[in-house]
């Protein structure tokens, strides 16, 4: 048995109920930090025994109860009726309000590919690469805006966006055809 | 009259039964409060956990599943009340490690703890989980000093298997180390 064997059957002594077997002995027996580790775990054993059989009591459970009894007279209880409907409409209230952010997040998107689009275009000349390029390749179909404004802006028809413009053209093209 | 079967005394409590609850409250009051001092480590922020849980008991019941276990589903209201309190209390006061040596000192001596001995057991039990992020201390309390099965805690704790083990792992290597500077400590005063 090495070190690392014997510290990992140490470290489940402390919170599994394992006993030092007769290779751990031995171990121990030759290896002096092994040794000091082994000392320290048996009195964390205790420690962690010690907490385990603790049991803390109140001063005045008594108190406890009376307290709780007091104040359940104030609070009404929630039928399971009631609770039906409380778990409905929490349901409800889910779905109304998924689609309202769904609704309000994919209108944010649209008009961010769109400028997205634009700066690309608009950019055609600068070297720039990453997800903006990725999101202007994907979007141009996307956008809504017009082919023959692309065309426009694009008239030099260098750099990143260029690439972008003629490999979506093709899409563009059989769209305008459709 | 008041029933003896938990199962009965659920149904009426879930009726409005105020005599089946105190019932309740009776027989699982000491667990729910050993449990919230063990999250707590304080006597007065443990029996506020305990009764809050209680009245949220009471006012849920109709919500709970009868052919359900009643205990991991109380556990779940008393362990949300409590982590939320030990959230508000968390602008915390870390226990020297100092006091919780000389704290265990004191608690050797008795067994079991009495009332009196609570503030031993507090500054042990804080000296040992001061340290654990929430779900950790939490999921420790459970499995490693309250002996819950490895379901039962995933069941309250509403974690997956997996995180429950890696909860743990991290737990248990914090305590151990935790514990063993005590001995390093120890060590060096004597």
């Known amino acids: 048995m090495n070190c690392r064997d014997a510290n990992e059957i140490l470290e489940r002594m402390i919170f599994e109920e394992v006993r030092a077997d007769a290779g751990l002995r031995k171990h121990i027996d030759t290896c002096t930090a092994c040794s000091q580790v082994y000392r320290d775990t048996l009195k964390a054993r205790e420690l962690m025994e010690m907490v385990r059989r603790s049991e803390p009591v109140p001063r005045n459970p008594g108190e406890i109860t009376d307290n709780i009894m007091s104040a359940i007279l104030k609070c009404p209880q929630k039928t399971p009726v009631v609770w039906l409907l409380f778990q409905r409409l929490l349901a409800a209230a889910s779905v109304a309000l998924f689609l309202l952010f769904g609704y309000e997040q994919y209108n944010v998107v649209k008009k961010v590919s769109a400028l997205e689009m634009q700066f690309t275009v608009i950019n055609a000349d600068s070297r720039y690469s990453g997800p903006l390029r990725l999101a202007s390749t994907f979007d141009i179909s996307k956008a809504g805006v017009s082919f023959s404004e692309i065309e426009r802006l694009l008239s030099a028809g260098k750099g990143d966006a260029s690439r972008c413009f003629s490999y979506n053209k093709k899409q563009l093209v059989q769209r305008n055809k459709k | ?190």
């Open chain 2, 1 to 190: 009259m008041i029933p003896e079967n938990l199962q009965e005394i659920i149904r009426c409590v879930r009726n409005g039964d105020r005599t089946a609850f105190r019932k309740l409250v009776e027989m699982y009051q000491q667990k729910a409060y050993r449990f919230a001092f063990r999250i707590l480590g304080n006597e007065e922020e443990a029996k506020d956990a305990v009764q809050e849980s209680f009245i949220k008991i009471w006012q849920k019941i109709g919500s709970f599943d009868p052919s359900r276990e009643f205990i991991p589903w109380m556990y779940r209201i008393l362990a949300n009340t409590s982590t939320d309190r030990l959230r508000a209390m968390h602008r915390h006061t870390m226990i020297p490690i100092d006091l919780v040596s000389q704290s265990t000192g004191a608690m050797q001596q008795c067994d079991p703890v009495t009332p009196a001995d609570n503030h031993e057991l507090a500054i042990l039990i804080k000296g040992l989980a001061e340290m654990l992020p929430e779900k950790q201390k939490l999921v420790f309390i459970l499995r490693d000093i309250e002996g819950m099965a490895s379901k039962e805690v995933e069941s309250i704790t509403n974690l997956t298997e997996i995180s429950v083990k890696s909860n743990l792992y991290h737990a248990r290597k914090s305590v151990r180390e935790q514990l063993f500077r005590m001995m390093e400590k120890e060590r060096r005063i004597l």
